[in-house]
Nanobody
Framework: QVQLVESGGGLVQAGGSLRLSCAASGGTFSGYAMGWFRQAPGKEREFVAAISWSGGNTFYADSVKGRFTISRDNAKNMVYLQMNSLKPEDTAVYYC?????????????????WGQGTQVTVSS
């Protein structure tokens, strides 16, 4: 059974930075795309960033492009999300997810395993 565990969330002031980590275990990691999503109170879960199995291709939501960077280390079964220039509207629970295959997706349906989430709160 695949398990994903996120860490690195917290409280930060606007303009600050955080680095989220996602540790994968219990299944194949390197052959799958990985993604980050977030969900704010009262809102649907939304795509943030995704990375191909090799790390060679990355995709971002327009709202985070230029501020967030997704990366992965297949040797360590880890995925990261570096978040810079944080804004109050970035406040949400952030989830790591494993894609259903090699192809990179930007919708919830394209991912089959999810972590429990880590809270990110950005104060103004």
């Amino acid at each position: 059974q695949v398990q994903l565990v996120e860490s690195g969330g917290g409280l930060v002031q606007a303009g600050g930075s955080l680095r989220l980590s996602c540790a994968a275990s219990g299944g194949t990691f390197s052959g799958y795309a990985m993604g980050w999503f977030r969900q704010a109170p009262g809102k649907e879960r939304e795509f943030v960033a995704a990375i191909s199995w090799s790390g060679g291709n990355t995709f971002y939501a327009d709202s985070v492009k230029g501020r967030f960077t997704i990366s992965r280390d297949n040797a360590k079964n880890m995925v990261y999300l570096q978040m810079n220039s944080l804004k109050p509207e970035d406040t949400a629970v952030y989830y790591c997810a494993r894609g259903r295959g090699i192809g990179v997706g930007t919708t919830v349906a394209r991912y089959d395993y999810w972590g429990q989430g880590t809270q990110v709160t950005v104060s103004s």
